[in-house]
């Protein structure tokens, strides 16, 4: 009797311990180091470290202290580590100053672009209105630029002799100097230059009987009174905003969409490589004409390229600088928008140490917000696209 409980207990106590040897949680096993990924990995991190630490350092930092900064009234006398290092008493300050107690307080450099006008001004312009207004009108460059880059790219796409030279003399402007350019577009413009020339309004070298394309506020500027010959008193006639500015735009407008002409063609001839030529065969075969198959075949598999070109041309756009202020200097008939920044944060206004970063910085804030809404308004009809 007492044999079989001793071999009933052992026959229990088995099994027990075979499950308590299955429950014990097995090592895993390290897996060997793969050296050649190990290094690629490092020499990743290697080049990619300083385009990070860039982009940290003079994009996010950047743009937070200017945002801090556009609150006070921190001016090139002033450190700018005890403005941040005493922030807040600093924006106390300004926003209690006589300066600008009552106009705005800490917002008083945003109250101020929507109200300054501009000194002289016969139509009374907001001053960043009006900088603002010269960069919307280079905006318009953008879609004639886009409609004759596609042209020469679907031209350059056929199977013609000499395409990839075509291609080659297109984009040598995108490699040109910016100031070779603006300086032969100067000379071409001028008084007695060969546009003038050839339209049959040269003049002498002092620019007597000449269509003047280019000029400044003190340098005879043209006026729609003058042009017209009418004696009209009314501010829009005598106004050189409204009329010198825009011819003198009008050039920029020409020189922009020569220059970067080059750069959109390759990345459309780029992007009609990539179309499918299954699809355009079985158009053709179901009696669609080129026309057609332009629209409804090329078009849709060129919408990414198309977009891409768009939302940076903008961009771009918004931010135009050097072409104005090379060809005919800082000028509010034609100056972009940046200019503003420029002439009051870092310029002074010709004295550097005038300069108010502060109130550059509160110009800037309102340029990435504008553009920041234009391109989410982009990407909102992008998604109703695809929808």
Not at 275 to 303: H, R, S
Not at 317 to 327: K, R
Request: net charge negative.
């Amino acid at each position: 009797m007492e044999e079989n409980i001793t071999t009933a207990e052992a026959v229990e106590v088995v099994p027990s311990a075979a499950v308590s040897e299955e429950t014990i949680p097995q090592k895993k096993q390290r897996k060997p180091i793969n050296q050649q990924k190990l290094m690629d990995n490092i020499w990743g991190w290697v080049f990619c470290i300083p385009l990070i630490v860039g982009t940290v350092w003079f994009v996010y930092i950047a743009f937070v202290l200017a945002l801090m900064l556009s609150f006070t009234d921190f001016s090139m006398s002033k450190g700018l580590w005890d403005v941040i290092g005493n922030y807040a008493s600093e924006v106390d300050k300004f926003a209690s100053s006589v300066d600008h107690a009552g106009h705005g307080g800490a917002f008083f450099w945003y109250a101020q672009a929507f109200t300054k006008t501009i000194d002289g001004s016969l139509t009374n312009l907001n001053e960043m209105g009006a900088y603002l207004l010269n960069t919307v009108v280079y905006l318009i460059g953008i879609p004639i630029g886009m409609v004759l880059s596609m042209f020469f790219a679907v031209c350059m796409s056929r199977d013609i002799k000499g395409g990839n030279l075509f291609r080659v003399i297109y984009y040598l402007p995108c490699v040109a100097s910016t100031v070779a350019i603006v300086y032969t577009f100067k000379i071409m413009f001028d008084s007695t230059g060969v546009i003038n020339q050839l339209l049959g309004l040269a003049g002498d070298e002092a620019g007597q009987g000449a269509f003047i394309w280019m000029a400044t506020t003190g340098n005879a500027a043209l006026t729609w009174g003058t042009m017209t010959g009418s004696n009209s008193t009314s501010a829009f006639m005598i106004d050189p905003y409204w009329c010198q500015g825009l011819f003198t735009k009008l050039v920029i407008i020409i020189m922009a969409v020569w220059k970067g002409l080059g750069g959109t063609i390759i990345l459309y001839a780029a992007g009609l490589a990539g179309v499918n030529a299954a699809t355009k065969e079985a158009a053709q075969i179901d009696g669609a004409n080129g026309w057609q198959i332009f629209w409804k075949v090329t078009m849709p598999d060129l919408y990414p390229v198309i977009f891409y070109n768009i939302v940076t041309a903008v961009i771009g756009g918004m931010q135009i600088y050097m072409e104005p202020v090379l060809l005919v200097g800082e000028d509010y008939m034609t100056s972009g928008y940046v200019s503003l920044i420029w002439n009051y944060g870092i310029n002074g206004n010709g004295n550097a140490m005038a300069a108010r970063p502060s109130q550059g910085a509160a110009l800037g804030m309102l340029l990435a917000i504008l553009i920041f809404v234009i391109t989410m308004f982009q990407f909102w009809l992008d998604s109703r696209n695809k929808d």
